[in-house]
C-alpha cells in the first residue's frame, strides 16, 4: 500500500447508527487531517492530529469523535448522524517541517437516512 | 466572510487554449499556496506549489504569485479534454503552525474538443 488509504469509500447508514471511517497513511508523514466537503462548498477542516495529539477541533458537533492510536492510523467514529452530515470525508496527511501540502486519501462518501 | 475566493465557473475552455484560474486570499501572513485538481468523484491532488512572488512553471501549468495583491492564479497551456476538473486554490494559515490549509470552494473547467 501507498499514499493515504481510505476505508470504506462508500457508506449509508441510518441516524441511529454508530460506525467508524479509517485513515492509513504509509508517507511517514507526523500530521493528519479530517475533512468534510460538501456539494459547492469549500473544505471544511474537522480535526487536526500532529504525533498522535488533537491540536484542533473545528468546532465539531460530538456526534463525530476521532481517534489517533498511532502516527499512521486516523478514524473518525460516527453516531446519531443527521441527515445533513452527508458528504465526502477527506482524510489527509503531511510532514509539518517540508511545507508540501497534503496528500488525501480517496473519500469516503458517506449518505445519512 | 469567505477567506480563499475562486470563481465557481465552469470555466469553458477550447482544447488547446490556455485556461486561466484566478484565486484571493485574505490572510497577509499566508505563506505557502497550493493548486489542487479534483475529478468529480475523486479526491483532489496536488499539481502545483507556489512560495515565493512571481512564476512558476511545471510542464503546461503555471502558478503565479503576487503577495502584494494576495492574488494567485494557475495558467494551464494547450489544454486538454483530461484537464476537465474542479481546481482548488489553498492558502497556508498563519494562525498555527499544524500545516492548516484554507480551501477556495474550487473553479470546475471543462475543456471542449
Known amino acids: 500500500e501507498t499514499g493515504v488509504t481510505q476505508t470504506p469509500r462508500h457508506l449509508v447508514m441510518g441516524m441511529t447508527n454508530k460506525k467508524s471511517l479509517k485513515c492509513e497513511q504509509h508517507?511517514?508523514?507526523?500530521?493528519m487531517y479530517w475533512y468534510k466537503q460538501s456539494a459547492k462548498k469549500p473544505l471544511e477542516l474537522m480535526f487536526v492530529?500532529?504525533?498522535?495529539?488533537?491540536?484542533e477541533n473545528n468546532s465539531v458537533p460530538s456526534r463525530f469523535s476521532p481517534e489517533c492510536p498511532n502516527s499512521s492510523h486516523l478514524f473518525l467514529h460516527l453516531h446519531t448522524l443527521q441527515p445533513e452530515d452527508s458528504a465526502l470525508y477527506l482524510c489527509?496527511?503531511?510532514?509539518?517541517?517540508?511545507?508540501?501540502?497534503?496528500?488525501f486519501g480517496s473519500g469516503t462518501r458517506l449518505t445519512v437516512v | 466572510q469567505k477567506e480563499v475566493e475562486q470563481n465557481s465557473g465552469p470555466l469553458s475552455v477550447p482544447e488547446g487554449a490556455i485556461a486561466s484560474l484566478n484565486c484571493t486570499y485574505s490572510d497577509r501572513g499566508s505563506q505557502s499556496f497550493f493548486w489542487y485538481r479534483q475529478y468529480s468523484g475523486k479526491s483532489p491532488e496536488l499539481i502545483m506549489f507556489?512560495?515565493?512572488?512571481g512564476d512558476k512553471e511545471d510542464g503546461r501549468f503555471t502558478a503565479q504569485l503576487n503577495k502584494a495583491s494576495q492574488y494567485v492564479s494557475l495558467l494551464i497551456r494547450d489544454s486538454q479534454p483530461s484537464d476537465s476538473a474542479t481546481y482548488l486554490c489553498a492558502v497556508t494559515a498563519t494562525t498555527d503552525s499544524w500545516g492548516k490549509l484554507q480551501f477556495g470552494a474550487g473553479t470546475q473547467v471543462v475543456v471542449t474538443p
Open positions: 492530529y500532529s504525533l498522535e495529539e488533537r491540536v
Open positions: 507556489i512560495y515565493s512572488n
Open positions: 508517507l511517514g508523514h507526523n500530521a
Open positions: 489527509a496527511s503531511s510532514q509539518l517541517t517540508d511545507n508540501y501540502g497534503y496528500t
